[in-house]
């Protein structure tokens, strides 16, 4: 839309998507040994700008620069932090340690990481269909397969140039992407309210906690699960972050909301752009993983490239790595 193409989406709000429950956190130093996350420098070139245009696009701006403080919860951590503190690539995104923050219970020292972001993904998202809606260019219903033809790329009644299928999970019950390496891992998520959390910071110990939707709302999450029976929240996961939340701030807290929802995520952890090997404009932009606010814009961008300006995908992200597709 953004480069006047004509669009339609197709979307019914699955159960267990995975955008409308993510925080939208892009965190530049992961880990317990505060490694640089996977081409970060990249891609924080891409979705900068990209997120500051899709502002001035839709009038409203989605997406925060943010502090993240995360503990630190031992000498041989500490000596970890100092290390990386000189070294060549991680200079500015860390800073000497602090000590303790009031509303959290640490074990005495708080790392400071710079080039935090966060996208605030709901309401993008919301935005983004009442857009569509405006222009009668949405569909909400769900994608029937039987009754689309991938030679002619005709849909029911509709009739269009390509495809680019974006479903998330469910992508695992697409016929012509069923036999890509899905996995799907679920995570579950407490909110509550809390008045004096900084907007513009984000403070990780065991889990992330962050400002996110109305004013005084903040997410707590989330744990990683491959093997569970539905894509709801579970009685058994809310008492443990319930817990974790007791462990992380010094007050008491209260959930006011428990989600769930699925990544989409794969075996060899890498996403899937391009094109379908035997239907040339069937395409799909997938495996997005637990990282679709920094991946999503670079992925987009490359996908676009290979359709209308004959780009190459390189081979870590192309779809066609899967030889199962064939
Ligand atoms: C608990 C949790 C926390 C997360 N936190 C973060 C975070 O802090 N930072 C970050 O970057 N990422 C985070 N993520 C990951 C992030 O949510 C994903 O990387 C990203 O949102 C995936 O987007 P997607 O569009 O590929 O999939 P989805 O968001 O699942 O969207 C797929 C869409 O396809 C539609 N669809 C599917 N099948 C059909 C069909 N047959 N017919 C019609 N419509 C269909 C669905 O309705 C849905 O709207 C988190 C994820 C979870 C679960």
Redesign the pocket.
């Known amino acids: 839309m953004m480069q006047g193409k004509n669009v339609l989406v197709?979307?019914?709000?699955?159960v267990g998507?995975?955008?409308?429950?993510?925080?939208?956190?892009?965190n530049p130093i992961t880990g317990k040994k505060f490694v640089k996350s996977w081409k970060f420098d990249e891609l924080q070139s891409v979705f900068v700008p990209f997120y500051r245009q899709v502002a001035q696009f839709l009038g409203e701006n989605h997406f925060f620069e943010k502090t993240i403080y995360r503990t630190i919860n031992d000498t041989a951590q500490l000596n970890e932090w100092n290390n990386r503190l000189g070294m060549e690539g991680y200079r500015g995104f860390m800073e000497a340690v602090k000590p303790d923050l009031p509303l959290f219970k640490t074990n005495g020292w708080i790392g400071q990481i710079n080039n935090g972001y966060q996208?605030m993904?709901p309401k993008l998202l919301d935005d983004v269909r009442s857009l569509l809606k405006s222009r009668n260019s949405i569909l909400e219903?769900?994608?029937d397969y039987e009754k689309f033809d991938a030679t002619s790329i005709t849909y029911k009644n509709i009739q269009a140039e390509r495809i680019i299928f974006?479903?998330?999970?469910?992508g695992s019950?697409n016929p012509y992407f069923k036999n890509l390496d899905w996995i799907g891992t679920?995570?579950?998520?407490l909110l509550f309210e809390m008045n004096n959390f900084p907007r513009n910071t984000l403070f990780k110990s065991k889990m992330?906690a962050t400002p996110f939707g109305q004013k005084n709302q903040i997410w707590f999450?989330?744990n990683y699960e491959n093997d569970y029976a539905n894509v709801l929240p579970t009685p058994k996961r809310k008492e443990e972050l319930q817990h974790l939340v007791e462990e992380t701030f010094t007050g008491a807290l209260k959930p006011v909301a428990h989600?769930?929802?699925?990544?989409?995520t794969n075996k060899d952890r890498r996403p899937y752009i391009g094109s379908h090997p035997n239907y040339k404009n069937v395409h799909i932009?997938?495996g997005?993983?637990?990282?679709?606010?920094?991946?999503?814009p670079f992925l987009v961008l490359k996908l676009y490239a290979h359709i209308f300006e004959n780009g190459a995908i390189e081979n870590e992200f192309n779809v066609q790595r899967c030889t199962k597709l064939r």
């Open positions: 197709i979307d019914n709000q699955e998507r995975s955008s409308v429950v993510a925080a939208g956190i892009i996208l993904i219903e769900k994608f974006c479903e998330g999970f469910r019950q679920k995570g579950e998520v992330f999450g989330a989600l769930a929802a699925i990544r989409p932009l997938n997005l993983g637990a990282k679709g606010s920094s991946l999503a």
